[in-house]
């Protein structure tokens, strides 16, 4: 057996492996989750949960709980909820007095405090409650931001147990390592944020100068999400997706007024033109470091190629063209022949997805548009959320 300072030391350890991994996840939902699971494995807890201060509310944000998981065919979840932030709560005394909360059972505890235990909630849930362990998450300005809470520590045959005390210290700094990793979260999802506020505005530039609208860049760049998720891929990529596709169209800014605007259809040397604007869009982009420019250059350069090699600029086919221009070219089509504007009606949705199917193979990958199939109804959603203003849409 382990003495107790080998014990301590491989606590230690872990704790800086845990810390390491939380500097590395940057989305927020998956962040927090992540907290919870690895305070668990570190105290052995059955359960726990996390808390986030907004104002004067508390946001109780996750929930897990391993006995009724496997009780569970899906898993178990507890909804998401706000509650006033006051001392009449277990996490909400914590997070306003900055005390760790270190309780045996949670059925014994005492008048003199002024929080207590919600047994309805045990009993809605057949779950019993015993040892609780709940600590502030101070960040490195010691402002609270939440509250971390465990619960139900066992010991090596399963059996509930309280919390030992010497835990305590070791657990409130995992808790602090997870307040800065959320700052830092939250810090990076501003800047994306900003990022692609900036993305928007310069692509729309390009698009009001073809009639088209900000709301047509925010679809089609939702679309192209929900193609790439249904497709498997990473979490990171989707974003990229999304962060970059709204550029496809931003070479058009170099096209001379008389064939962009021409209210006709454009003949074959204005459709030459007009066509340069994937190689303008490309050239404008490049040369930049930044993973989301070289990404926004590639969907620029390629998104009118198509599957069958009869698109432009350089008429490359299948697989040659890259994966995140052959998404964008679905859903940048689909939003076009969807949507209304002020030179052509939308044209019904039977009729659109009459043309996709026909293009499965020809224009389209067969693959984006099996995917694209599947998130339909999300598409839908969109397209009716982000209706287009000033008489381009009803």
Not at 210 to 231: G, K, N, P, V, W
Not at 327 to 354: G, H, T, W
Request: hydrophobic residues 40%; contains cysteine; aromatic residues 6%.
């Amino acid at each position: 057996m382990a003495s107790d300072a080998e014990q301590v030391r491989q606590q230690l350890l872990r704790l800086n492996r845990i810390g390491i991994a939380l500097t590395s996840v940057h989305d927020l939902s998956e962040l927090l989750e992540m907290i919870v699971s690895e305070a668990r494995g570190f105290t052995r807890s059955d359960a726990g949960s996390l808390y986030i201060v907004d104002g004067e509310d508390l946001q109780f944000v996750v929930s897990q709980n391993e006995t009724l998981d496997r009780r569970t065919e899906d898993g178990f979840q507890l909804k998401t909820q706000t509650f006033p932030l006051t001392k009449q709560s277990i996490a909400g005394y914590v997070a306003l007095t900055g005390e760790t909360v270190n309780i045996p059972d949670a059925y014994a505890i005492p008048d003199s405090v002024p929080y207590g235990h919600r047994r309805e909630v045990d009993e809605k849930l057949g779950y019993r409650t015993r040892s609780i362990l709940a600590m502030p998450m101070t960040d490195h300005e010691d402002k609270i931001i939440g509250v971390l809470q465990l619960i139900n520590s066992l010991n090596h045959d399963g059996e509930p147990v309280a919390f030992e005390a010497e835990i305590e210290d070791l657990v409130l700094s995992l808790a602090s390592q997870a307040a800065v990793a959320i700052n830092n979260a939250r810090l990076t999802a501003k800047i994306k944020e900003a990022h692609m506020d900036t993305i928007f505005r310069l692509a729309a530039a390009a698009e009001f100068r073809d009639h088209d609208t900000a709301m047509h860049l925010e679809r089609m760049s939702r679309y192209s999400a929900f193609i790439a998720e249904a497709m498997g891929l990473p979490r990171a990529e989707v974003e990229l997706i999304r962060m970059s596709s709204p550029m496809h169209d931003v070479g058009k800014i170099g096209i001379p007024d008389a064939i962009l605007l021409k209210p006709g259809r454009l003949d074959a040397e204005e459709r030459k033109v007009m066509e340069t604007h994937a190689t303008i869009g490309a050239s404008l982009l490049s040369g930049s470091e930044a993973e989301i420019m070289r990404a926004s250059e590639t969907v620029a350069a390629m998104h009118h190629e198509k599957w069958n090699g009869k698109g432009y600029p350089n008429g490359i086919e299948g697989e040659k063209i890259h994966l995140h221009a052959r998404i964008v070219a679905l859903a940048d089509v689909f939003d076009a022949l969807s949507s209304k504007r002020c030179y052509k009606a939308a044209m019904p949705l039977e009729k659109v997805m009459a043309i996709v199917k026909e293009e499965r193979g020809e224009h389209f990958d067969p693959q984006v548009v099996d995917a694209f199939m599947t998130v339909l109804d999300r598409a839908l959603e969109v397209r009716d959320r982000f209706v287009d203003t000033g008489g381009e849409a009803e």
